[in-house]
């Protein structure tokens, strides 16, 4: 879940960015082990464009296209 201090940072999100390379680290940089940590950047940048509009940019978070699409494969990975 996005708390509203996520989105009001700034940068928007950059705490969830940051776990990202914390995990990343503790983790031998093994993508696998942080994916929760990536799926809550991914919300957490939804809610940032559902809010700013699909224009709106922050360094924490791929464009809203790019976005998108990498949620949509996310999705199909875990449906498999």
């Known amino acids: 879940m996005v708390s509203k201090e996520d989105l009001e940072t700034d940068p928007p999100c950059h ?24 799926n809550a950047l991914y919300e957490c940048c939804n809610a940032f464009y559902a809010r700013n509009g699909e ?10 296209s ?10 199909e990975e875990m449906s498999k």
Do not use: G
């Open 15 to 38: 705490s969830r960015a940051c776990a990202i390379q914390e995990c990343l680290a503790k983790n031998s940089y093994n993508e696998a082990k942080c994916r929760s940590q990536v």
């Open 55 to 64: 224009k709106a940019s922050t360094v924490s978070c791929p464009k809203a």
């Open 66 to 75: 790019l976005l998108r699409l990498k949620m949509s494969q996310r999705a």
